[in-house]
Structure formats: C-alpha cells, structure tokens
C-alpha cells in the first residue's frame, strides 16, 4: 500500500472563451478548474470517479466556498494546488490554491465539501480504501 497523497497539482491555461469583456477569467471558470483538480487528486491517490462510481459510490458537492485574489487573464497557465482538509467515512473537503505559473500570484483559495451518497442518492460511506488513500482512518 503507498502513502496517502497529500498534495497534488494540476495546471490549465487559460482559454479566450474563458474570459469575459474585461479580459479576465469568468469567475464561474473558476469552479470548473476546482472540478479537474479534484478529480486529477482523486486519481492520483489511485482511484477515478468513473471506477468510484461504478462501484455505486458518488461524491457530491454539497459545499463550495472560493475568494478571488487576483485576476487571470488569456492564456495564463495557473497551477492547481489540491489537498485533502479532511476526510472521514462520509465527508470529504479539499483546499486549492490556484496561482500563476508565470510568477506565482495567488488568483484564489477554495475549499469544496463532497458528501458520499449510494446509487439511490442515500447518504453513504467512503470505502475505507479510499479514505486510506485520501489519508484518513477508517472507521469502525
């Protein structure tokens, strides 16, 4: 078994269609990029949503909270920070950085909370495999 993953990064560069009449990233982009980091981090700790959910186990957004430092622009790369805040048999909550490749400014922090739900969309448990990979204990 490897070690938890405590971090992982994921960059996008920044699309023309992404951006609004002012030059800058639509705020609402934004959440999308959260959306890939989450899932690159998923499958970096060994485990992708389309297995999870084969597996009858999704993960919802039921939490989204991000403040806006900076302004992204065209073509910008900004990279992705990913970690896990907590994980325990039903929740899960990732922080992100995002920041520029170029020199580093911070664009954002977020944080969304994911609670696990059953294929009948009933409140669930994590597989303990996969609050081991996400560096949680599993509970009992």
């Known amino acids: 078994m490897h070690e938890p993953?405590?971090?992982?990064?994921t960059t996008v560069r920044v699309n023309y269609s992404e951006t609004d009449q002012m030059g800058v990233v639509?705020?609402?982009r934004h959440v999308v990029w959260l959306d890939i980091a989450r899932t690159e981090h998923l499958?970096?700790?060994g485990f992708s949503y389309r297995d999870l959910e084969a597996e009858?186990?999704?993960?919802?957004?039921?939490?989204?909270?991000?403040?806006?430092?900076?302004?992204?622009?065209?073509?910008?790369?900004i990279?992705?920070?990913?970690r896990l805040?907590?994980?325990?048999s039903r929740r899960v909550i990732f922080s992100y950085v995002l920041e520029t490749v170029m020199d580093g400014t911070r664009v954002a922090e977020a944080e969304t909370t994911l609670l696990c739900l059953n294929r009948g969309h009933r409140?669930?448990?994590l597989p303990d495999a996969v609050i081991r990979?996400?560096?949680?204990?599993?509970?009992?």
């Open 56 to 77: 009858g186990v999704r993960l919802v957004v039921t939490d989204l909270a991000i403040r806006y430092r900076a302004p992204a622009r065209y073509d910008d790369e």
């Open 43 to 45: 499958r970096q700790a």
């Open 85 to 88: 805040s907590d994980v325990n």
């Open 5 to 9: 993953l405590i971090e992982s990064v």
């Open 133 to 140: 990979a996400l560096g949680g204990a599993p509970q009992s």
């Open 123 to 125: 409140l669930s448990r």
């Open 79 to 82: 990279r992705i920070r990913c």
């Open 26 to 28: 639509y705020h609402g």
